[in-house]
Each structure stands twice: as C-alpha cells, then as structure tokens.
DNA sequence: AGGGAGCCTGAATCCTCAA
DNA sequence: GTTGAGGATTCAGGCTCCC
C-alpha cells in the first residue's frame, strides 16, 4: 500500500513510513516529544475538549534509541536533494544532535536554527528559557536551498553597502573607481541573507490560530523552513503531525503534504484544519514588535531616570515607578508639550480605576498655579524630582 | 605554590589550576578553542605584531578529551555556591554539552545561553550563522544567583503588567479580583527577568576596545555573566584567558580574578590591559540599534510594495530599487510632506555624485507641473509606480 | 583532486567636515 | 566650539579559484 499524498494518516510512523516510497519526500519536519517527561494536556477554553500527549520516558538512552530508528527510516524517504528539520528543546537537544550526525552524517549537518520568541515569565532561579532548537540537516551536498533576504541593520550606510571595492597596493580594501575617478556601484543589492536566530512571537494563547493543540507552532515558523527548502508542487512529511501545523501551512503555500500521527484526535483534528486552512495574522506578525513602540528615547531615558519601569503599549502611561504606596504609572511632559492634553491621556488611561494615584513628571519649570490646577482636576501628582513625588504621595 | 588572586598565570591549565585552592573560585569563565580545525592569525593596525593560537585538533575525540581533564580540574576549584561558563560553537558543542552533564552533573545544567549579534555576510548557500553557545552549569543547586531584569516587550500593556493573576477552577490564569471586584495591583514590577537569548553586539572591528587579538569577546558579554553569578570581592577565574577580556572585566566590577593562558603572548597583553581597563562604549550600546532607525512604518511598507531595500542611515535616502540602469536610490514622500524639501535631501545624500539617478516616490498625485520643475531643477525622477519609473529611465 | 591563497561582504566604529 | 550626518575602514567566515 502506498500512501497518498495531500493525506493524514493514523498510527507510530515506524510502520507508517514503510508506506511512503522510497526518496520521494523534499522536506521532512520532525517536532517529536521534546523528553520533558510530563504528559501534556491543553483543554479548550470552554473545557468542551482536551488533547493530550504522554512525553515520559523510561530513560534518556530509549528515548534517543526510539528517534534513531524513525530518522533511519526518514533518511530513506528522502530525495538526494532533500532536507530535514528535527525541533526540540535542551532537554535532550545534545543527545539528540549527536545521533543525527551518526544518522545523517556530521558534513550534511547545515544549521542549528534558534528560534527564539517572547513569553510569560515564571520568576525561578536563574534565566527565563526563550528559545527552542531546531536542526537543519540535508541528504547531500546538493541539497535545494532558496536564498532569503532580511533588511540590513539600521546602522548600515548606503555608500558601504552600494560602491564596489578592491585592494590597493597595501592590500587594504579602498572604494573602487572608474577612469573618471567616480565610484563604481553594485549591480544589486538583496539585502542580508537570512541568519539563524529566527524571532518569530510564539503563538499567542489567544490567537485564532490556537486549536488548543499542546506544543503547537506558530504557522510562520514552518512557513519559513517550507520555503527555505521547498518549491511549489514538492512534497513535505511531518511524522509527528499533531495538530497539523505543518500540514496547513504547505498546503497554503501550494506544496503536497503527507501526515502522520499516534493519536486519532490529532489526526482528526489536523484533517478538519486543512478544510479550511487559515494563517493568523497580527499586528506583532504583520508591522514586527516595534511597531508597539512608542516612547521616543527622551521619553525613555526620563523613565530610566527616576528608575521606572517603561511601558510602551498605552498612549497614557510612559512608565510606572515604585513607591511607598505601591506602583505608580506616570507620563513624561517634556517641554513643548500640551500638560493639559497630557493630563487627561493619563487620566483615561486604565479607566477601571485601577490605580489609587496617578502622576506627570515634568521635565520642564511648571508654573505653580498650573501645577494646582491639573492637580485638583484631574486628581493626579505633577512632580519633577524623586522627593517631590514621595512628598506629595505622603499627603 | 599557591596560584594569588589577581595574577595571570603563564602556562596549560591543566598544571596552571593545581597552583588554586579547591573550592575557592566564584566563577569559571572559559573560552576554549572551538574545535574549528585552523590555525587563528591577527596582526596588528600598523602591522608591527601578530597574536596568534593554534585551534587544530588530530580529532573530536581527542579534543573532547582535552577539556574532559581540564573541567573535571575546574570542578575541583569552584565553591559549592559557584558557577562554570563555558563558551562554544556549533563546531563542537554538542559532543561538550554532553561531557559536561557527565562531570558537572545533568541537574546542575542552568542554562543553554544564546549569544546572537549581527555581523559581516558573505554570500553562501545556507544560513548565515550569526550566534555562538554559552553553557551555564552549577556546582550545586545552591548557587549564588542575581536576578537581572529587561525591558518589557512593547506589546505588553499596563493591565498585563500590573495585576495580579490567580488560576481559576480549570485552571486557566485570570486577573484576580478583590472583594468590590475590582483588580488586584502588583506591588512591585522590575522588568522581564533576563532570558537565555542575548543579543550583544559582536566586537566591531573598528573599536577602540580592540587589542588585535583573534576572537576577543565583547566586554559586555562578561559583564553580565559575572554579574549574574558574583558579587563584588569574589573570584572570577579563566582558565583561557587570551586577550584577558574576561579579567578586565573582573576588574571593573571589583571581583578578582586569575587568569592563565599558554601563550606568553596572550599572558603579557592581558597584563597590560589590565593596568589600564576600558570599557567602550558607543552610540550602539547607550541607545540601542533603534536609535539608528528613521522610516516609520509607512515608508517602511512603500518601500516594500516596489521591491526595494530600505535604507535607515540616511537622512535623505528611503530606499534602493533594481533598475535597468543598476540600483536607484530613492526618497518616499508622502501626502502632507513638503516634497521641495524632500527633493533637496535626497539631491544632498551621498555628495559625491555616487549615483547616476536619484528619484522621488510620489504617495499621492502630485501636480504635472510641479513634477517637470523638480525634475529639471534637481535633476530627479519623480514616479508614483514602478512602470513610470522605468519609462522614465528609458529616456 | 586537494590544499592554500585570496575574494566578497556588512556591521559598527572612527573620522572628517559642514553647519 | 559643538553637534551630528555621513563617508571610510577593518575583520573573519565561507566561498572561489588557481596551482
């Protein structure tokens, strides 16, 4: 029997995979159990449904032993130009690095992408965890490669990046010239090939994408790996398929897919996803994160001052600063600007009531009846030094 | 003999570390070579000198080997409360994180650090590889540990931040709510704890804080390892201390520290760094690489819609299209700009007529006119698609 | 074919020059 | 004199080319 493409199919890949042919795959994505040894369970916000996956494992040595058998059979299903991804996370990551190179040979081991994201914070000892593995192996040397292009740094100057250089006689590299003495300029210019430490939002709790799938990835990153690798028509496999992540984002981006998956859930689950296969948007994704930012760096460095904790997302709150009473949000007035229009901002911002007192940190020579005046109007605190804050808040 | 604080020592580790008493070091830095099988070579600016150290190795084992004795060494020397730092690529990591479960013990591992920055590109086919590995392991599980905060991202809001949240009967994280129903306020909100990606700015080329030492770190990535892991008066120890990067560093931050290096060389740089310890700092580290950063988002997004490569350093340049003629510089202006102006700063940018063309991206429609009269007057194309452009380039 | 020499590149600094 | 815009320069990874 032979496994069609554009299908989802139900059992242990070890015996699944016998039914795909021989090289026959471009690309295979592995984002097997990361041997966290939990079980992980994720339930639907109304409580109506909830999948689970078991990720215990009797020791490290059969947990790597169960991956080596599955990459073998892999490698086989691969065509000489293909490539795979495996992602996992450090708590076997090195072991699992070690066998790929044994399996798949340490010449044909390209990337070791870091896929890095922001997250809710636990306060533990020592650092916060932000990023996952993801190892970029293909079958030969002459494996499909699609050169994709970031935006040069901010710091980088046109005449650098456009004029053509050789060496002079000293061996030092000059801006090359024409008989007239004009510099000569490049033929084009793509930008900066794309590196391997990918930033890309891990999937919001909240985002439509979500179907409440644990571990599911954001479409974007397998976005990125299909179109790295991948022409149009090729054909992808995820062994682990789960809630068919992979699967969605090939067929969106016109690619065959095959999927396997243990759990009939996810096998059905990742079918009713590909009826109706959607990407999520965003304005984190579309516009990037600094799209959020709004403190220029006056506005900032006025925060860093006072030694508060910079807020970028409310048009009313630059920052928020500790005190006897607790945390406090305060906007910036810099000289020039409007301190009424600023005083009603920081009013309407929080509108619950959240907050018992609120402030504006004048960087500027406040009249003193103009202080009085937004002070009982608007119930806030005009300060422009520490002490004056911790004055008034004593009141 | 006994090894004093404050001192470099001349010598392989491996004999150096007997001359330091047992547990009697905070913190261990090293910065071994990578295994990236060539020799390292840097000569001087004038030429008059050259540092250089030998990374080649017989083989993997061999070299695994080699740090195997040297860690279990640093083991014997750290404090119970201490930490060990071990700096690595992908050329090798692997195999040592997997030694380094075995000697330090897999509980004791904290953290797989990601030292990501951007650099020189060259073309290749792949990923450019733009992140080097730094493994934090404990001696014990009770280690000395400061926490350190970051920013908040700026899509973060106020209410994220500030109130307190518990975990309802499905478990699910909601805001807490008081009595009244009215939230519950944090008392105190530092930051972000400090993840496990950092994203430091390699040491340019161009910097002061250079001493022509291949592969020096950035002082600031030292910086803040000893300052996560020490307190002042402690030890800090490196093992291979090359260039001495990591005892300025120490020093700066008043902690001691032994250093030791088998090059003589390295032992009398590092010496002589250490009489006088600088820290550079620029434009870079004090603002940030936003501060470099001038198109909003809606320049941004038209640059984009005709291909082009944005262009941030420069006042009067927006971005560069491929054209038949080669790369054409160009400035966005947009509806309410005053297009006068913007057709001076673009004609004043790179004034050493680097360019053949210059041209002005129209947002809106500009009057027929006043179209012909910037272009005669300042000799620029003015286009609002990309067809009229290249007409325009024809002519 | 194998190894070594040299080429290409852009980040971020230093430096220069103009306002 | 001061500020800041932008032009010039160095470094090292990976490639290509040449013997």
Chains 1, 2 share one sequence.
Not at 234 to 243: A, E, N, Q, R, Y
Not at 264 to 287: F, H, I, M, W
Not at 384 to 393: F, I, N, Q, V
Request: proline content about 4%.
């Amino acid at each position: 029997m032979q496994a069609k493409p554009d299908s989802v199919i139900k059992g242990d890949c070890l015996e699944a995979l016998n039914t795909v042919a021989d090289e026959s795959i471009d690309l295979i994505y592995l984002d097997p159990p990361f041997f966290s040894q939990r079980e992980h369970i994720l339930a639907k916000r109304d409580g109506s449904e909830e999948f689970r996956f078991s990720d215990n494992w009797e020791s490290l040595n059969s947990y790597i032993q169960f991956l080596n058998v599955r990459i073998e059979l892999c490698k086989k299903k691969l065509k000489p130009t293909g490539s795979l991804f495996l992602h996992c996370d450090r708590s076997a990551g090195h072991y699992i690095k070690v066998m790929l190179d044994e399996v798949l040979g340490r010449e044909n081991f390209q990337s070791e992408i870091i896929w890095t994201y922001r997250r809710w914070s636990n306060s533990k000892k020592g650092l916060l965890s932000n990023h996952q593995t993801i190892f970029f192996y293909s079958k030969s040397a002459d494996f499909k490669f699609n050169q994709i292009f970031d935006a040069y740094s901010p710091s980088t100057n046109v005449d650098q990046i456009m004029q053509l250089r050789v060496r002079d006689f000293r061996n030092k590299t000059v801006y090359q010239k024409d008989n007239n003495g004009d510099s000569v300029l490049a033929a084009e210019k793509k930008g900066v090939p794309l590196g391997d430490v990918w930033d890309i939002p891990f999937l919001n709790p909240k985002a439509k994408e979500r179907v409440s799938y644990p571990t599911q990835k954001p479409i974007l990153l397998l976005d990125r790996i299909i179109s790295l690798v991948t022409h149009p028509g090729d054909i992808v496999l995820d062994p682990f398929c789960g809630s068919g992540t992979t699967l969605v984002a090939a067929k969106i981006m016109n690619r065959s897919y095959i999927g396997i998956d243990r759990s009939g859930d996810a096998v059905k689950l990742s079918l009713k996803r590909l009826q109706n296969p959607v990407k999520s948007s965003s304005k984190l994704l579309e516009k990037g994160r600094d799209s959020y930012r709004k403190n220029n760096s006056e506005i900032e460095s006025a925060v860093k001052e006072v030694g508060g904790v910079t807020v970028q997302r409310n048009k009313g709150i630059d920052g928020l600063l500790k005190t006897e009473v607790g945390m406090v949000p305060f906007k910036v007035v810099l000289s020039g600007d409007d301190i009424l229009n600023h005083a009603q901002l920081i009013s309407k911002s929080s509108s619950k009531n959240k907050f018992k007192k609120r402030a504006l940190f004048a960087r500027y020579k406040v009249k003193t009846g103009e202080v009085k005046k937004i002070e009982n109007e608007f119930n806030l605190i005009v300060f422009t030094t520490l002490s004056e804050l911790s004055e008034k808040l004593r009141i």
